[in-house]
C-alpha cells in the first residue's frame, strides 16, 4: 500500500513547493536522531526524509497523485528514481533546514537606501475642501555635506578590514551530524561591511547623514479626506552612507467643525426654525462653506426634514464637481406661551378640531388619571 506522503509531512494534497519545503524544515528539526534520541523519532526522520524526497520532485510527487508510490521497490514506474535504494535528500535541504538558507553573501554595502517618515497634519474642513499650501517641519536625517555621505574625514579614505579580510564575512567550523560544516556570519569588526572608517568624518561620525529640522511647504488638493497620506518622494529619511532618501508620507488630520459634519464629500447640518415658520413656509439664508444661499422651507415642514443643497459640499479630489450640502431641520416647539398666545393656540387647536386636555392648575393630568381610577373623580 502507498505511504501518505502528504500526511507524513502534514501538509494538504494542493501544498504548494514553498510549504512542503517548510514543512520538512520544520520536522527535520524536530526528529533528526542527533537532536531526538527517541528510537522511533528515527523512523520517523526516515519518513520526513522520504516524505520530502518524493513531494519535492515533480515527477515522483504525481505517481503519489495517481495512487502511485515511487519508493516502492519496482513499484516506481516511469521516471521514478532508483527503487528501494532509500531516500536521498539533497544535502542543501539538510543543511538549510538547520542552517537557514544560505545564499551568496559578502560585504553589505555601506551605502543603504533611507526609511520613509510619515507626519500628521492637522486642518480645517475649509483647508481639507479647497486645498492649501500647508508650512510643515520635518526632523529626518539628511547628506552629511562634510563629507557627502563617505562617513570619511577630509582627505581619509575607507581601508580593508583586517578581521575579515575584507569579505565581511568570518567563517566558522560547527561539528554536526553531517561531519565538519563550515558556516559564515558577518564580521563583528566591521559590522559586515568588509571595510572600516579610520578616521571618521567630525560631522556625521561616519554615518554619512546628520539629523536635522527643515522647513517645508506641502501643497494639499482640494478634497482630501481625514486618513489619506500625501506622498512625498525622497523627503524622508538619508540611507546609512549618505543613501537614497525614502519618501516622507503627510497623513491629513481634518479637525471636527462646529457647523458641518463630514460624510465623504457631502456635508451635514442641523438648522431650527420655529414651529409657525414651519407651518407657515419662509424662507431661510443658509451659510455654506463658500457662499450664503437663500434656501425656501416649504408650509407644513415636519421636523426631520432635509433640503439638500446640489453641489455645495467638499470639491471631489479625483474629476470635477462637488458634494452636496444637506441641511437637517429641527422644529422648535415654542415654550412659556403667555396667557394670550396660550388662549390663540387653544382657539386654533379648536379649529382645527384638535382636542387639547387642559392640565390642572394643582396637580395636572396624571394625577386626575389617578384620581379617576380611585374613584374621586
Ligand atoms: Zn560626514
Ligand atoms: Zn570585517
Known amino acids: 500500500m502507498a505511504k501518505d506522503y502528504y500526511g507524513i509531512l502534514g501538509v494538504g494534497r494542493d501544498a504548494s513547493d514553498d510549504e512542503i519545503k517548510r514543512a520538512y524544515r520544520k520536522l527535520a528539526r524536530q526528529y533528526?536522531?542527533?537532536v531526538n534520541p527517541d528510537p522511533e523519532a528515527h523512523e520517523k526522520f526516515k519518513d520526513i526524509n522520504a516524505a520530502y524526497e518524493v513531494l519535492s520532485d515533480d515527477q515522483k510527487r504525481q505517481?503519489?497523485?495517481l495512487g502511485g508510490d515511487p519508493l516502492a521497490p519496482g513499484g516506481g514506474g516511469p521516471g521514478a528514481g532508483p527503487g528501494?535504494?532509500?531516500p536521498f535528500v539533497g544535502f542543501q535541504d539538510i543543511m538549510d533546514a538547520f542552517f537557514g538558507a544560505s545564499g551568496a553573501r559578502g560585504p553589505r554595502p555601506r551605502t543603504r537606501p533611507g526609511a520613509d517618515a510619515i507626519l500628521r497634519l492637522e486642518l480645517d474642513l475649509h483647508e481639507t475642501a479647497f486645498g492649501v499650501e500647508a508650512p510643515i517641519t520635518v526632523d529626518?536625517?539628511?547628506l552629511c555635506t562634510t563629507c557627502t555621505g563617505a562617513g570619511t574625514a577630509a582627505g581619509t579614505h575607507l581601508a580593508t578590514c583586517d578581521a575579515c579580510g575584507g569579505r565581511g564575512e568570518v567563517q566558522s567550523v560547527q561539528r554536526t551530524f553531517l561531519g565538519q560544516v563550515v558556516s559564515s556570519r558577518p564580521c563583528a569588526v566591521c559590522q559586515g561591511h568588509g571595510?572600516?572608517?579610520?578616521?571618521?568624518?567630525?560631522?556625521?561620525?561616519?554615518e554619512g547623514r546628520v539629523r536635522t529640522r527643515r522647513s517645508l511647504t506641502?501643497?494639499?488638493p482640494a478634497g482630501v479626506e481625514d486618513g489619506m497620506r500625501i506622498r512625498l518622494a525622497q523627503q524622508g529619511e538619508v540611507g546609512p552612507g549618505g543613501g537614497t532618501a525614502g519618501d516622507l508620507y503627510v497623513e491629513i488630520h481634518e479637525r471636527t467643525h462646529d457647523v458641518y459634519s463630514r460624510k465623504g464629500d457631502d456635508l451635514h447640518c442641523r438648522v431650527t426654525v420655529p414651529m409657525t415658520a414651519a407651518a407657515l413656509g419662509t424662507r431661510l439664508t443658509i451659510k455654506t462653506l463658500d457662499s450664503e444661499e437663500p434656501v425656501d422651507v416649504k408650509p407644513g415642514t415636519q421636523p426631520g426634514s432635509t433640503l439638500r443643497l446640489r453641489a455645495r459640499g467638499v470639491p471631489h479630489l479625483r474629476g470635477t464637481g462637488r458634494g452636496d450640502l444637506y441641511v437637517h431641520l429641527d422644529v422648535r416647539t415654542p415654550t412659556r406661551l403667555d396667557a394670550d398666545q396660550e388662549r390663540m393656540l387653544r382657539e386654533f387647536a379648536k379649529t382645527r378640531g384638535e382636542e387639547?386636555?387642559?392640565?390642572?392648575?394643582q396637580g395636572g393630568f396624571f394625577s386626575r388619571m389617578r384620581d379617576a381610577f380611585n374613584g374621586h373623580a
Open 32 to 34: 533528526h536522531p542527533d
Open 63 to 65: 505517481i503519489v497523485d
Open 84 to 86: 528501494g535504494a532509500g
Open 140 to 142: 529626518t536625517a539628511v
Open 195 to 206: 571595510t572600516i572608517v579610520p578616521h571618521p568624518c567630525p560631522t556625521c561620525a561616519g
Open 218 to 220: 506641502v501643497k494639499i
Open 356 to 361: 387639547v386636555a387642559e392640565l390642572s392648575k
